[in-house]
C-alpha cells in the first residue's frame, strides 16, 4: 500500500466512524433538532374567559398535532393577579423560551394571539429576536403576525369577524366591537379595521376602551345611522374583566349603560374572538407562516 492510499482509507474509517458515532464529535456538537410552538396572549384572570384560549389550543393542535404546545401570557399584571388569586404560575413569554430551550427545542415558532401589532407585539419582537442562538438554548424563532396584520390579510379577518355576529341581529341594527385601544400608534388599526368593515357592513362599528375611535365616537355614529338596537362585542381574544365590567358591566360608565341611557336597546354578547374558530383561522394561518419560515432560518 502506498502512503496515499492508506491515507484515503483512513480518512473513509474516520468518516464512517464519525457518522455512526455522533458523539463522537464531542462537546461541541449541535442537539438534534426539536420544534415547538408557544401561544402568547395577553392573558386574563378571568378563569371562565379562557374557554377562548382553550378553543385556540385544540386548533392548534389540529393544525399541528405531531408538535408540543406552550404558553405564555405577555401581562404581567394579568401574571400576578394569577398568582394571588389561583395560586398558579404563567410565564412571561421571556421565561417560557428559556424553559423551551432548556429542554432541548432547538426551534420555536411564537404565536401573537394580539389583536393589533401594538406595544405587546413589538415586546414580544423583541423578546424572540433575543432568544435567537442563545447558548445552549433556543437557535431559531419566529414570530406569528397578530390578528389585524398586512393589507391582504384584512379582508380575511374582517370576513371573519362578520360571521361571528350574532345570527338574531337584523341587518338594521347595528354591531359594536370593542377593541382595546392603545397609545401606540398601531392604535390606527382600529380606524383602520373599521374602513374595510364598513365596506362589508354598513352597521358594524369599531371602538376602543383606551384608544379611538372613542365611544363618544360610536354613539354619533350610531345617531347618523337612526340606528336603534345595538349588538355589543368584544374585539379581544378573551371576554375578560373588559367585556365583562367595560362592556357589559352594571356600573353607569359602562357602554352598555352609557347606551341604554342614551336611548338604545343593548345586547351584549359575552365571547371573545378566540371562541370563533373563522377567527382562530387566522391566527392559525400566522402561525402555519411562522413555522413553515423555522426551515428557511
Ligand atoms: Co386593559
Known sequence: MTFGRTFRWLALLLLLLSLSMPAFAGHGSTDAPKKGILLVAFGTTVPEARAAFDNIEKAVRKAFPDTEIRWAYSARQVRHTIRENEGATMLSPAAALARMGDEGFTEVAVQSLHTIPGSEYSDLQRTVAAFRDMPKGTRTVTLGEALLSRPHDMEAAVQAIVSTFPTQRKADEAVVLMGHGTHHPANIYYPGLQYY????????L??????????????????????HTVWLMPLMSVAGDHARNDMAGPEPDSWKSILEKAGFTVHTVLKGTGEYDAVVDIWVHHLRTAFDALDKQ
Not at 368593515?197 to 358594524?204: H, R, S, T
Not at 383606551?210 to 363618544?216: A, F, I, K, R
Open 206 to 227: 369599531v371602538g376602543t376602551v383606551e384608544g379611538v375611535p372613542t365611544l363618544d365616537d360610536i354613539v354619533a355614529a350610531l345617531k347618523a345611522r337612526s340606528v
Open 197 to 204: 368593515l364598513g365596506k362589508v357592513d354598513p352597521n358594524a
